[in-house]
Protein backbone atom coordinates (compact mmCIF):
# COMPACT_ATOMS: atom_id res chain seq x y z
CA UNK A 1 0.00 0.00 0.00
CA UNK A 2 3.02 2.00 0.58
CA UNK A 3 4.39 1.48 -2.76
CA UNK A 4 1.42 2.36 -4.69
CA UNK A 5 0.63 5.73 -2.62
CA UNK A 6 4.41 6.88 -3.00
CA UNK A 7 4.44 5.98 -7.23
CA UNK A 8 0.99 7.77 -6.69
CA UNK A 9 2.69 10.88 -5.62
CA UNK A 10 5.94 10.53 -8.06
CA UNK A 11 2.93 10.22 -10.55
CA UNK A 12 1.05 13.44 -9.62
CA UNK A 13 4.55 15.39 -9.71
CA UNK A 14 5.21 14.08 -13.22
CA UNK A 15 1.87 15.38 -14.14
CA UNK A 16 2.34 18.52 -12.09
CA UNK A 17 5.55 19.90 -14.20
CA UNK A 18 3.49 19.31 -17.76
CA UNK A 19 0.66 20.91 -16.10
CA UNK A 20 2.68 24.10 -15.02
CA UNK A 21 4.95 24.97 -18.01
CA UNK A 22 2.42 26.19 -20.33
CA UNK A 23 1.03 28.56 -17.67
CA UNK A 24 4.63 29.46 -16.42
CA UNK A 25 5.90 30.63 -20.54
CA UNK A 26 2.57 32.34 -20.30
CA UNK A 27 3.32 34.72 -16.85
CA UNK A 28 6.64 35.37 -18.15
CA UNK A 29 4.92 37.10 -21.84
CA UNK A 30 2.44 38.76 -19.82
CA UNK A 31 4.73 40.26 -17.35
CA UNK A 32 6.65 41.66 -20.23
CA UNK A 33 3.39 42.69 -21.87
CA UNK A 34 2.73 44.51 -18.83
CA UNK A 35 5.76 45.93 -18.24
CA UNK A 36 6.18 47.40 -21.70
CA UNK A 37 1.82 49.21 -21.20
CA UNK A 38 0.54 46.34 -23.25
CA UNK A 39 -2.60 44.48 -21.51
CA UNK A 40 -1.23 40.97 -23.17
CA UNK A 41 -2.38 37.27 -23.71
CA UNK A 42 -3.84 35.48 -21.01
CA UNK A 43 -1.52 33.31 -19.20
CA UNK A 44 -3.74 30.21 -20.48
CA UNK A 45 -2.85 31.33 -23.93
CA UNK A 46 0.16 28.80 -24.26
CA UNK A 47 -2.34 25.93 -23.33
CA UNK A 48 -4.84 26.92 -26.65
CA UNK A 49 -1.74 27.28 -28.73
CA UNK A 50 -0.66 23.90 -27.75
CA UNK A 51 -4.70 22.48 -28.45
CA UNK A 52 -4.53 23.94 -31.57
CA UNK A 53 -1.42 22.80 -32.84
CA UNK A 54 -2.41 19.47 -31.52
CA UNK A 55 -5.84 20.00 -33.98
CA UNK A 56 -3.49 20.65 -37.22
CA UNK A 57 -1.98 18.82 -39.71
CA UNK A 58 1.43 18.07 -40.14
CA UNK A 59 3.22 19.22 -43.16
CA UNK A 60 6.69 17.32 -43.83
CA UNK A 61 9.44 18.66 -46.44
CA UNK A 62 9.73 15.64 -48.97
CA UNK A 63 13.24 14.84 -48.07
CA UNK A 64 12.95 14.84 -44.44
CA UNK A 65 13.63 11.12 -42.84
CA UNK A 66 12.71 9.37 -39.86
CA UNK A 67 14.54 11.04 -37.40
CA UNK A 68 12.84 14.81 -38.41
CA UNK A 69 9.56 12.59 -37.55
CA UNK A 70 10.91 11.35 -34.28
CA UNK A 71 13.03 13.71 -32.52
CA UNK A 72 10.01 16.03 -31.30
CA UNK A 73 8.78 12.95 -29.12
CA UNK A 74 12.62 12.33 -28.30
CA UNK A 75 13.11 15.94 -27.09
CA UNK A 76 9.42 16.07 -25.46
CA UNK A 77 10.25 12.70 -23.71
CA UNK A 78 14.14 13.48 -22.64
CA UNK A 79 12.94 17.11 -21.14
CA UNK A 80 9.96 16.11 -19.23
CA UNK A 81 12.35 13.55 -17.89
CA UNK A 82 14.72 15.42 -16.74
CA UNK A 83 12.09 18.14 -15.52
CA UNK A 84 10.47 15.19 -13.66
CA UNK A 85 13.36 14.21 -11.83
CA UNK A 86 14.21 17.48 -10.06
CA UNK A 87 12.29 17.71 -6.62
CA UNK A 88 9.57 20.32 -6.55
CA UNK A 89 7.53 19.87 -3.16
CA UNK A 90 8.83 17.20 -1.83
CA UNK A 91 11.94 15.37 -1.75
CA UNK A 92 12.70 11.29 -0.97
CA UNK A 93 9.80 10.42 -3.52
CA UNK A 94 9.72 7.01 -5.24
CA UNK A 95 12.24 7.86 -8.28
CA UNK A 96 14.44 10.44 -6.35
CA UNK A 97 17.20 8.40 -6.27
CA UNK A 98 17.71 8.70 -9.64
CA UNK A 99 17.63 12.32 -9.98
CA UNK A 100 21.15 13.68 -10.19
CA UNK A 101 22.62 16.17 -11.24
CA UNK A 102 24.95 14.70 -13.73
CA UNK A 103 22.00 12.40 -15.18
CA UNK A 104 20.01 15.82 -15.78
CA UNK A 105 22.38 17.00 -17.24
CA UNK A 106 22.87 14.35 -19.91
CA UNK A 107 19.57 14.28 -20.68
CA UNK A 108 19.12 17.95 -21.31
CA UNK A 109 22.58 17.27 -23.45
CA UNK A 110 20.78 14.58 -25.52
CA UNK A 111 17.70 16.39 -25.99
CA UNK A 112 19.88 19.15 -27.54
CA UNK A 113 21.76 17.32 -29.87
CA UNK A 114 19.05 15.45 -31.42
CA UNK A 115 16.89 18.54 -31.87
CA UNK A 116 19.97 20.53 -34.20
CA UNK A 117 20.48 16.75 -36.15
CA UNK A 118 16.86 17.51 -36.89
CA UNK A 119 17.33 21.25 -37.73
CA UNK A 120 19.91 19.84 -39.95
CA UNK A 121 17.86 17.23 -41.83
CA UNK A 122 15.95 19.14 -44.22
CA UNK A 123 18.85 21.05 -45.25
CA UNK A 124 17.54 24.04 -45.25
CA UNK A 125 20.19 26.93 -44.54
CA UNK A 126 17.99 28.27 -41.45
CA UNK A 127 18.00 24.78 -39.45
CA UNK A 128 22.06 24.86 -40.55
CA UNK A 129 22.65 28.08 -38.83
CA UNK A 130 20.54 27.62 -35.74
CA UNK A 131 22.14 24.32 -35.27
CA UNK A 132 25.69 25.21 -35.63
CA UNK A 133 24.95 28.44 -33.32
CA UNK A 134 22.95 26.15 -30.82
CA UNK A 135 26.28 23.76 -30.59
CA UNK A 136 28.94 26.81 -30.43
CA UNK A 137 26.70 27.76 -27.23
CA UNK A 138 25.95 24.80 -25.72
CA UNK A 139 30.09 24.06 -26.17
CA UNK A 140 30.07 26.89 -23.25
CA UNK A 141 26.65 26.60 -21.10
CA UNK A 142 27.44 22.31 -20.61
CA UNK A 143 30.91 22.79 -19.17
CA UNK A 144 29.45 26.14 -16.75
CA UNK A 145 27.01 23.82 -15.73
CA UNK A 146 28.92 20.91 -14.45
CA UNK A 147 31.34 23.34 -13.19
CA UNK A 148 28.19 25.14 -10.96
CA UNK A 149 26.80 21.27 -10.28
CA UNK A 150 30.43 20.33 -8.97
CA UNK A 151 30.20 23.48 -6.77
CA UNK A 152 27.29 22.50 -5.23
CA UNK A 153 28.22 19.00 -4.86
CA UNK A 154 30.95 19.60 -3.30
CA UNK A 155 29.69 21.54 -0.71
CA UNK A 156 26.55 19.05 -0.45
CA UNK A 157 28.81 16.11 -0.39
CA UNK A 158 26.65 14.29 -2.83
CA UNK A 159 24.96 14.92 -6.33
CA UNK A 160 22.14 13.34 -5.70
CA UNK A 161 19.58 16.31 -5.62
CA UNK A 162 17.11 15.04 -2.72
CA UNK A 163 20.68 14.98 -0.49
CA UNK A 164 21.53 18.22 -1.87
CA UNK A 165 18.05 19.97 -0.79
CA UNK A 166 17.91 18.68 2.27
CA UNK A 167 21.93 19.49 3.18
CA UNK A 168 21.19 23.39 1.52
CA UNK A 169 18.07 23.45 3.93
CA UNK A 170 20.27 23.02 7.12
CA UNK A 171 21.99 25.86 9.22
CA UNK A 172 25.21 24.12 8.22
CA UNK A 173 25.74 25.89 4.86
CA UNK A 174 25.90 29.12 5.79
CA UNK A 175 27.25 32.07 3.44
CA UNK A 176 29.45 30.85 1.05
CA UNK A 177 31.03 32.68 -2.13
CA UNK A 178 31.27 29.18 -4.31
CA UNK A 179 27.42 29.16 -3.62
CA UNK A 180 26.65 32.66 -4.81
CA UNK A 181 28.98 32.06 -7.82
CA UNK A 182 27.40 29.23 -8.55
CA UNK A 183 24.27 30.52 -8.78
CA UNK A 184 25.50 33.49 -10.89
CA UNK A 185 26.68 30.49 -13.63
CA UNK A 186 23.66 28.80 -12.97
CA UNK A 187 21.66 31.89 -14.23
CA UNK A 188 23.61 32.79 -16.66
CA UNK A 189 23.38 29.26 -18.18
CA UNK A 190 19.71 29.04 -17.61
CA UNK A 191 19.48 32.06 -19.65
CA UNK A 192 21.42 30.93 -22.62
CA UNK A 193 19.87 26.78 -22.64
CA UNK A 194 16.39 28.34 -22.63
CA UNK A 195 16.92 30.98 -25.41
CA UNK A 196 16.34 33.63 -23.54
CA UNK A 197 17.38 36.93 -24.08
CA UNK A 198 19.55 38.11 -23.69
CA UNK A 199 21.42 35.16 -25.55
CA UNK A 200 18.22 34.66 -28.20
CA UNK A 201 14.89 36.05 -28.75
CA UNK A 202 12.26 33.33 -28.42
CA UNK A 203 9.43 35.83 -30.32
CA UNK A 204 11.83 36.77 -32.84
CA UNK A 205 11.69 35.07 -36.92
CA UNK A 206 15.12 37.25 -38.01
CA UNK A 207 17.67 35.26 -39.86
CA UNK A 208 20.38 36.86 -38.43
CA UNK A 209 19.78 36.38 -34.85
CA UNK A 210 17.70 33.31 -34.66
CA UNK A 211 19.11 30.11 -32.84
CA UNK A 212 16.26 27.75 -31.15
CA UNK A 213 13.45 29.02 -33.77
CA UNK A 214 15.52 28.68 -36.39
CA UNK A 215 15.76 24.47 -35.60
CA UNK A 216 12.06 24.38 -35.73
CA UNK A 217 11.02 26.43 -38.32
CA UNK A 218 10.12 23.38 -40.76
CA UNK A 219 8.19 21.74 -37.58
CA UNK A 220 4.19 22.51 -37.59
CA UNK A 221 1.26 20.42 -35.96
CA UNK A 222 1.48 18.03 -33.17
CA UNK A 223 5.29 17.99 -33.58
CA UNK A 224 5.24 21.69 -33.43
CA UNK A 225 3.24 21.19 -30.30
CA UNK A 226 5.75 18.76 -28.64
CA UNK A 227 8.67 20.96 -29.14
CA UNK A 228 6.42 23.72 -27.71
CA UNK A 229 5.97 21.87 -25.08
CA UNK A 230 9.35 20.94 -24.10
CA UNK A 231 10.70 24.43 -24.21
CA UNK A 232 8.28 25.27 -21.44
CA UNK A 233 9.34 21.90 -19.55
CA UNK A 234 12.87 23.39 -19.76
CA UNK A 235 12.10 26.74 -18.54
CA UNK A 236 10.16 25.41 -15.57
CA UNK A 237 13.01 22.67 -14.93
CA UNK A 238 16.01 25.37 -14.65
CA UNK A 239 13.78 27.75 -11.91
CA UNK A 240 12.51 24.63 -9.90
CA UNK A 241 16.56 23.08 -9.93
CA UNK A 242 17.75 26.47 -8.90
CA UNK A 243 14.82 27.03 -6.10
CA UNK A 244 15.40 23.17 -4.99
CA UNK A 245 19.27 23.68 -4.82
CA UNK A 246 19.54 27.89 -3.34
CA UNK A 247 16.13 28.38 -2.32
CA UNK A 248 15.19 24.85 -0.42
CA UNK A 249 12.65 26.34 2.09
CA UNK A 250 9.25 24.70 2.01
CA UNK A 251 10.07 21.44 0.39
CA UNK A 252 8.90 18.49 2.57
CA UNK A 253 11.08 16.26 3.70
CA UNK A 254 11.27 12.45 3.67
CA UNK A 255 9.95 12.23 7.52
CA UNK A 256 7.07 14.67 6.63
CA UNK A 257 3.50 13.49 5.85
CA UNK A 258 1.15 13.75 3.21
CA UNK A 259 -0.39 16.45 4.86
CA UNK A 260 2.44 18.73 4.38
CA UNK A 261 2.56 18.41 0.87
CA UNK A 262 -0.32 20.90 0.17
CA UNK A 263 1.90 23.59 1.80
CA UNK A 264 4.53 22.34 0.66
CA UNK A 265 2.74 22.79 -3.41
CA UNK A 266 1.96 26.47 -2.35
CA UNK A 267 5.80 27.24 -1.64
CA UNK A 268 6.76 25.72 -4.81
CA UNK A 269 4.17 28.09 -7.16
CA UNK A 270 5.38 30.83 -5.23
CA UNK A 271 8.67 30.13 -6.41
CA UNK A 272 7.54 29.35 -10.06
CA UNK A 273 5.75 32.65 -9.78
CA UNK A 274 8.79 34.85 -8.46
CA UNK A 275 10.94 33.63 -11.19
CA UNK A 276 8.78 33.80 -14.20
CA UNK A 277 7.63 37.63 -13.14
CA UNK A 278 11.58 37.94 -12.10
CA UNK A 279 12.42 36.37 -15.74
CA UNK A 280 10.23 38.96 -17.38
CA UNK A 281 11.07 41.85 -15.60
CA UNK A 282 14.82 40.86 -16.68
CA UNK A 283 14.42 40.31 -20.60
CA UNK A 284 12.09 43.71 -20.92
CA UNK A 285 15.08 45.49 -19.01
CA UNK A 286 18.24 44.77 -20.81
CA UNK A 287 18.57 44.32 -24.52
CA UNK A 288 19.64 41.24 -26.75
CA UNK A 289 23.42 41.18 -27.61
CA UNK A 290 25.29 40.00 -30.80
CA UNK A 291 25.60 36.49 -31.58
CA UNK A 292 29.41 36.98 -31.74
CA UNK A 293 29.04 38.02 -28.03
CA UNK A 294 27.61 35.55 -26.57
CA UNK A 295 30.56 33.24 -25.93
CA UNK A 296 32.07 36.30 -23.71
CA UNK A 297 28.63 35.87 -21.89
CA UNK A 298 28.83 32.32 -21.28
CA UNK A 299 32.56 32.63 -20.87
CA UNK A 300 32.13 34.56 -17.43
CA UNK A 301 29.61 31.74 -16.41
CA UNK A 302 32.25 29.15 -17.18
CA UNK A 303 34.76 31.54 -15.37
CA UNK A 304 32.76 31.87 -12.15
CA UNK A 305 32.14 28.31 -12.30
CA UNK A 306 35.48 27.44 -12.05
CA UNK A 307 36.11 30.28 -9.13
CA UNK A 308 33.67 28.18 -7.46
CA UNK A 309 34.76 25.29 -7.86
CA UNK A 310 38.69 26.24 -6.75
CA UNK A 311 37.60 28.05 -3.64
CA UNK A 312 35.58 25.13 -2.03
CA UNK A 313 39.39 22.59 -3.24
CA UNK A 314 41.17 25.62 -1.52
CA UNK A 315 38.94 26.35 1.32
CA UNK A 316 39.34 22.38 2.22
CA UNK A 317 42.93 21.79 1.62
CA UNK A 318 43.55 24.91 4.43
Known sequence: MELIANLLVQGAQMALVVALAPALMGLVRKVKARMLRRRGASIF????????????EVVLAENASWLFRVVPYMVFAATWVAAALVPTFAVGLQFNWTADLIAIVALLGSA??????????????FGGIGA??????????????????????????????????AYMATEDV??????GLALVALVIVALAENARIPVDNPTTHLELTMVHEAMVLEYSGRHLAMIEIAAALKLLL?????????????????????????????????KL???????????VSIAKMRVFRVPDFLGAALMLGLLGTLLLFVSRSL
Open 45 to 56: QPYRDILRLMRK
Open 112 to 125: RFFLALAGMDVGTA
Open 132 to 165: SREMMIASMAEPAMLLAVFSVSLVAGSTQLSTVA
Open 174 to 179: GLRVSL
Open 238 to 270: YISLIGCIFVPWGIAGEAAGVMSYPLALGFYLG
Open 273 to 283: AVGGVALGVFE
